[in-house]
């Protein structure tokens, strides 16, 4: 939105000049040094969207070690297989495969944002086989822990099809979420 000339407490004809003078500087500066003038937007954009929508992550696999590794505390935690036809599951939003390509997305500043950059990741990636979904963190359960705020929605019991347990679990853990999942209805 552009400011009102009169607000900026000069002349008319002095502040219609003002105004002309920043807008030709500021394109000036973002000609001048377009690489910096882009990693401000999108840090900006970044943070934006950071504070708007959370990514929840699927992936297909449930067997790889690498990842075992990577996200389950090197075989110490559990991996929940979810069925994606599930009602609720699907409520959840649209599930969307991701890209592996060799090339980073550009963001254009002149155009329409859309989804697809953060659809993308680098083809060493590729053995995750993911899946995301976008949602508006207005539309989670936001609570505390450990000191960072984390977003949550409730799934019913119905929406998972299985627990795979890490090799490595703590056994006490192991039998704790096989109770939990013995006494829950299907």
Request: charged share 30%; glycine share 4%; with cysteine.
């Amino acid at each position: 939105m552009e400011p009102d000339p009169a607000s900026l407490g000069l002349p008319r004809g002095r502040s219609r000049r003002v105004l002309t003078r920043l807008k030709r500087d500021f394109v000036a500066r973002c000609l001048s040094n377009p690489e910096t003038f882009t990693e401000q937007l999108h840090a900006e954009m970044l943070q934006v969207l950071n504070k708007t929508y959370g990514v929840l992550c699927f992936s297909t696999c449930s067997d790889s070690l690498l990842m075992w590794a990577h996200y389950a505390r090197s075989h110490e935690g559990f991996v929940l297989e979810f069925d994606s036809e599930e009602h609720d599951f699907e409520q959840l939003g649209e599930l969307r495969e991701v890209t592996y390509q060799p090339d980073r997305p550009i963001l254009d500043p002149t155009k329409p944002p859309t989804i697809e950059p953060f659809l993308r990741k680098s083809p060493e990636w590729k053995y995750e086989q993911e899946f995301r979904i976008m949602r508006r963190l207005e539309m989670c359960e936001r609570r505390s822990v450990k000191g960072a705020d984390c977003f949550f929605v409730h799934l019913p019991r119905r929406c998972v099809k299985a627990v795979y347990l890490g090799s490595r679990m703590d056994p006490a853990k192991a039998k704790e979420i096989s109770t939990i999942m013995a006494g829950t209805p299907a």
